[in-house]
C-alpha cells in the first residue's frame, strides 16, 4: 500500500541541500517519489510504509547531516533553538571580523605580535563557528553532493590556507582576517534566510494552536471527549472564555464570539440560535449550546490549514527555472575556480594572488540569492494573503493572474450580495406582520427568510403553534393556525384562491389567508457597485470583462450596465460555462473565473485561475486555486495588486540574482586586471546580494490599510 506522508526536515541550508535530499529519499527502496520545498522545509514523499517505514527514511538522511521530523511542532522548536545558536555565533564572528579588520588596516602601525596573537585567537573561532558549513559540506561530499555549503567550505579552508601560508612567510598572518571576515558576512546571509523560513512556519503554527483537544459533549452520551472522536449532529457545550471545538449551529443561548484571528473580524459576532460558529473562534459573554456540523478534519480551520501547507509546497513556474540553474551551479563554480589558479599562473601571476582570485571565486559564487529569489518571495506572498484573508490552494495561479486576457465574472452572490431583500412591500393587512416574523423562521426558503428579516425591523415577533405545516416545492407554504389558513409563496400560486392579487414580474412573494391578502412584496438582489472601480481598472488594462450567467432574465444585462461590463452570456448552464472558457482559451486567451455556487464548480476548474468568492459554497472553493474569506468588493482587488506585486518581485530576485553572478564572477576572477575582488569583500557582496533578495520579498507581507472587515464569517 504507497501513501504520500509530509515530513519536516531540519538541515537544509539551500536549493542544493533540497536537490539531496530528493536524491537520496528517491534511493530507498519502497519510495516512489519525494518532492522537497526548501522555503517550507519540507518533504512530500510518496512511499510504501512497511517497504521504507519512517525509521528507514530518516536513516537514510542522517549520513549527510539532515534530520527527518514527523511533527511539525518538533521542526518549529528544532528551528527556533537553530536561530539562536546561530545568533549567538553571529555575534562572535561579528565581534571577530570587526577585530581583523582594524589589525588588517592598521597592521603597519602594530607590533608584529598583535598580527600573530589575533592568528591564534581567531582560529579556533573560524574552525568552531565554521562547523555551521564544514560539517553539512562534509556529509554531504559523503555521498556525493555538492551544495552551497561546498562553496563556502572550500573559501574558508582556502582563506586559513593562506592565512597558514602567510604566517609561516612572516607576514604576522593577517590574511586570517580574510576569512573571519567572510565567516561574518556568509552567516548574516544564513540567519536572514533562516529567520524568513522560520517566520512562515510560525504562521501555520499559531493556526495549529487555535485547535482544542477535548470538548465537553451533551448529547448523544454526556462526558468531556477528545475533539476528534465528535460526529454531525453531536451536541457541545462552550463556556464563555472558552474555543469551539468544530464548526457548528448555536441551538441554545445568546452570546458574542471572537473570530478575529481566523476571519479578521475586529468586532465581536452576536451569536443566538441558528448562527454558525467556528472551530478555532472563542465564545465570549455566556454558555452556548452548539451542534456539530462538520467532524474535526472538515472544519473551516481544518482546510485552512491544509489549503496554506498545500500552497508553501506549491511551486511557482520561475522557482523551478531557478531549481535547475542551482543543481548544476555548484560543478561549474569548482571548475570557473579551477581555471583561475590556472589562468593566473599562466600570466605569471605568484601563487598566492592566483590562490586568492580561487577564493574570492568560490566565495562570491554562493547561490543564496538566487537559491531564495522566487522561493522566499512566494513564501512571503502567502503570508500576505493569509494577512488579505486570501487563501491559496495553489500559489501557480497568484502568479498567473496578471496573465489573464479574460475575466469572467458570475452573476448571483458573485457580482451581486448574493441574499434576496424585499424591495418594495405592499401590505393589505399589516395586523399578520408579527405572526409572519414569528413563523417564518421556521423556513429554510432564503426568500422566506428574508420577508421574516425585513418584518422583523419593525414588528415583534408574536409567537403562535401551528397545528400542520405543509411545503409544497414550487408554490409555497400552506401554515394552518388555530381558527385559520396562512398561505406564503408565489403571488401566481395565491392568485388561484384570491384573483385580484397583483402578479409582478420580477421576483416576489405573497402572503394571504383564506378571505383576505395580507401582502405583496418583491425582491432585488443587491449589485455589488463597490466592484466598479476594479473592473473598470481591469478593462483600462486592455483585459476582457464579460458576464457569465443562467439567469436568462434582462436582471442580468441590468448588472452588467450598472457594473460597466462590455458583454453578457445569459442562460448557460454549468456545462455551457465550461464550454465557454474552453472556447476561449483555445483561442488563445487565458481566462481567470469568479464564481461562488455549485453549479461554478467546472468553470473554477477550467480556468486559467479559478477565484471562489467570500461565502462561497464548500465544493466551489476547494475547485478554486483561490478563495476569497472577506468582503469581494474588499479581497478581489487585493488579490490581483497582490498578484501583480508577486510577479514584479519575483522578476526582480531573479534579475539580480544573475545578474550578480554575472557581473560578480568575472571581477572575482580577475579578468578585469587591474580591477578585482578580494576574499572579504567576495563575501561582502554575496551577503548583500542575499539580503537584497530577503528584503525584496519580505515587502510582500507588509500589511496594507484595507476596508473594514465584514462582520459574516467565512462559509463552510
Known amino acids: 500500500m504507497t501513501i504520500e506522508a509530509t515530513y519536516k526536515v531540519v538541515g537544509m541550508s539551500c536549493q542544493s541541500c533540497a536537490v539531496s535530499v530528493q536524491t537520496l529519499l528517491e534511493h530507498v527502496p519502497g519510495v516512489e517519489k519525494a518532492e522537497v520545498h526548501f522555503s517550507t522545509g519540507e518533504v512530500q514523499v510518496r512511499h510504501d510504509p512497511e517497504k521504507a517505514p519512517f525509521d528507514q527514511l530518516k536513516a537514510a538522511l542522517e549520513p549527510a547531516g539532515y534530520t527527518l521530523l514527523p511533527d511539525a511542532y518538533a521542526q518549529v522548536a528544532a528551528q527556533k533553538a537553530y536561530l539562536a545558536r546561530l545568533r ?50 562534509w556529509q554531504q561530499l559523503r555521498v556525493r553532493q555538492l551544495t552551497m555549503d561546498t562553496l563556502i567550505s572550500l573559501g574558508l579552508l582556502g582563506s586559513l590556507a593562506l592565512g597558514l601560508f602567510e604566517r609561516f612567510q612572516g607576514k604576522g598572518g593577517y590574511a586570517l582576517s580574510a576569512a573571519t571576515e567572510i565567516l561574518f558576512f556568509v552567516l548574516v546571509g544564513r540567519y536572514l534566510e533562516e529567520r524568513a523560513r522560520y517566520r512562515t512556519q510560525t504562521v501555520l503554527e499559531s493556526l495549529s494552536t487555535l485547535a482544542v483537544p477535548t470538548a465537553r459533549r451533551l448529547r448523544p452520551a454526556p462526558g468531556t471527549v477528545p ?10 457545550e462552550v463556556l464563555a472564555g472558552e474555543t469551539f471545538p468544530l464548526d457548528g449551529e448555536v441551538v441554545e443561548g445568546h452570546s458574542y464570539a471572537d473570530e478575529s484571528l481566523l476571519t479578521g473580524e475586529s468586532l465581536p ?17 455566556q454558555p452556548l449550546q452548539v451542534r456539530v456540523t462538520a467532524s474535526a478534519r472538515e472544519t473551516f480551520l481544518a482546510q485552512l490549514i ?34 583561475t589558479v590556472g589562468y593566473h599562473l599562466w600570466k605569471g601571476a605568484d601563487a ?75 401590505w393589505h393587512a399589516p395586523e399578520y406582520a408579527g405572526k409572519l416574523a414569528f413563523l417564518l423562521r421556521r423556513s429554510t426558503h432564503p426568500l422566506a427568510q428574508a420577508l421574516a428579516d425585513y418584518v422583523a425591523t419593525f414588528a415583534k415577533a408574536e409567537p403562535v403553534e401551528p397545528l400542520t405545516w405543509l411545503e409544497l416545492p414550487g408554490k ?38 383564506d378571505q383576505k391578502i395580507i401582502g405583496v412584496f418583491t425582491f432585488s438582489d443587491p449589485v455589488r457597485i463597490a466592484l466598479k472601480p476594479f473592473l473598470a481598472q481591469l478593462q483600462a488594462q486592455g483585459k476582457k470583462c464579460v458576464l457569465l450567467t443562467g439567469d436568462p432574465s434582462a436582471v442580468a444585462d441590468q448588472v452588467a450596465q450598472e457594473l460597466g461590463l462590455r458583454a453578457v452570456w445569459k442562460g448557460l448552464s454549468p456545462v455551457e460555462k465550461a464550454r465557454w472558457i474552453e472556447t476561449q482559451q483555445a483561442a488563445g486567451e487565458k481566462v481567470a473565473f469568479v464564481g461562488d455556487g455549485l453549479n461554478d464548480i467546472l468553470a473554477l476548474q477550467t480556468a486559467w485561475v479559478g477565484i471562489a468568492v467570500y ?3 464548500g465544493a466551489a472553493a476547494h475547485s478554486a486555486g483561490i478563495a476569497l474569506l472577506q468582503d469581494t468588493e474588499t479581497a478581489l482587488p487585493a488579490l490581483y495588486q497582490l498578484s501583480l506585486r508577486l510577479r514584479r518581485i519575483i522578476a526582480q530576485n531573479l534579475a539580480w540574482a544573475f545578474g550578480y553572478n554575472l557581473v560578480a564572477l568575472p571581477l572575482a576572477m580577475g579578468l578585469f586586471s587591474p580591477y578585482y575582488l578580494s576574499p572579504s569583500l567576495s563575501a561582502l557582496l554575496m551577503s548583500m546580494s542575499s539580503l537584497t533578495v530577503v528584503l525584496n520579498s519580505l515587502r510582500l507581507s507588509v500589511p496594507k490599510p484595507q476596508a473594514a472587515p465584514s462582520s459574516r464569517p467565512p462559509s463552510s
Open 227 to 236: 475533539t476528534q472522536s465528535l460526529a454531525p449532529g453531536d451536541v457541545v
Open 88 to 137: 549567538s555565533a553571529l555575534a562572535i564572528a561579528g565581534l571577530f571580523a570587526v577585530g581583523g579588520m582594524a589589525i588588517h588596516f592598521a597592521h603597519s602601525f602594530l607590533p608584529s605580535w598583535v598580527g600573530s596573537v589575533f592568528f591564534l585567537v581567531s582560529l579556533p573561532v573560524v574552525v568552531g563557528i565554521g562547523r555551521y558549513f564544514f560539517r553539512p559540506a
Open 615 to 617: 461565502r462561497s459554497a
Open 352 to 426: 598566492a594572488f592566483a590562490w586568492e582570485r580561487a577564493l574570492s571565486v568560490l566565495v562570491i559564487s554562493c547561490p543564496c540569492a538566487l537559491g531564495l529569489a522566487t522561493p522566499l518571495a512566494v513564501q512571503m506572498a502567502i503570508s500576505g494573503a493569509a494577512q488579505k484573508q486570501l487563501l491559496l490552494r495553489e500559489v501557480s495561479q497568484l502568479e498567473n493572474l496578471p496573465q489573464a486576457t479574460v475575466w469572467a465574472f458570475d452573476k448571483t452572490g458573485t457580482l451581486t450580495l448574493g441574499r434576496a431583500t424585499v424591495q418594495q412591500a405592499n
Open 269 to 285: 459576532v452576536e451569536k443566538s440560535p441558528g448562527h454558525r460558529v467556528w472551530a478555532g473562534t472563542r465564545n465570549l459573554a
Open 476 to 513: 409555497g407554504l400552506i401554515i394552518t393556525l388555530p381558527g385559520e389558513k396562512l398561505y406564503v409563496g408565489s403571488p401566481r400560486w395565491l392568485a388561484e384562491k384570491h384573483p385580484n392579487l397583483p402578479v409582478p414580474e420580477t421576483t416576489a412573494v405573497a402572503a394571504a389567508t
Open 306 to 339: 491544509e489549503r496554506l501547507q498545500k500552497a508553501q509546497r506549491s511551486q511557482a513556474r520561475a522557482q523551478r527555472l531557478a531549481d535547475r540553474v542551482s543543481a548544476v551551479f555548484v560543478p561549474v563554480v569548482l571548475v570557473l575556480a579551477t581555471f
